[in-house]
């Protein structure tokens, strides 16, 4: 259960992230998938990470600390930002040193628009999450946003392209920010890996 929720620090290098003390989880996903919507949804706080209809609003690592125990980070999104290349490839950078570098850290969530065909921006990423052994796991986002047989029929084919890049499927989750589904099961998942961390 996540009772509190409080920013700490945004950065664009890794080296200044808080000190590696406590477990940590972070999400990703390609701009505009409603990351910004969902960290909300999850820690019952409306304006915690900031949302915004344009493409790339987050573009910086954002730690927010969660029951005074673990951090939750905000990273940028991948693809799609009209941005410049530079910037593009400087925040590229960013997140892979984040994500190879960052000992505490115990879970990343990869979102997922769920009403999408599988988009292969999001499985390149997923490869190389793989290569580089980033523990990953899977959130299907807006799935209020259609049938949940076209939910179902995306995700189907979306995890069988994923049996070609892992020996086994992910975990998964089907999550919609609006009316709240997936709350329930991410908060404990996320829990457990914060446990798993504190037990080794």
Not at 32 to 47: A, D, R, W
Not at 55 to 82: E, R, S
Not at 117 to 130: H, K, N, R
């Amino acid at each position: 259960m996540i009772n509190k929720a409080t920013f700490v620090i945004s950065n664009s290098n890794p080296g200044n992230c808080p000190k590696p003390d406590r477990a940590e989880i972070a999400f990703i996903g390609r701009s505009n998938v409603g990351k910004s919507s969902l960290i909300n949804m999850l820690v019952n706080q409306k304006g915690l990470a900031k949302t915004s209809q344009k493409p790339g609003k987050t573009q910086l690592i954002n730690h927010f600390l969660i029951n005074d125990k673990w951090y939750l980070v905000d990273l940028p999104g991948y693809g799609f930002a009209k941005v410049n290349l530079k910037v593009k490839q400087g925040w590229e950078s960013m997140i892979t040193t984040y994500l190879t570098k960052r000992e505490n850290l115990c879970g990343v969530f990869v979102l997922i628009d769920s009403r999408l065909e599988p988009q292969q921006i999001d499985l390149e990423f997923l490869l190389w999450c793989g290569s580089q052994g980033v523990p990953t796991v899977l959130v299907f986002t807006k799935a209020d946003k259609q049938s949940r047989a076209k939910t179902d029929q995306n995700i189907r084919k979306f995890l069988s392209k994923t049996q070609e890049i892992f020996e086994e499927e992910p975990d998964y989750f089907i999550s919609s920010a609006e009316a709240g589904t997936g709350k329930a099961e991410l908060t404990r998942f996320m829990e457990e890996l914060v446990t798993e961390y504190e037990v080794r």
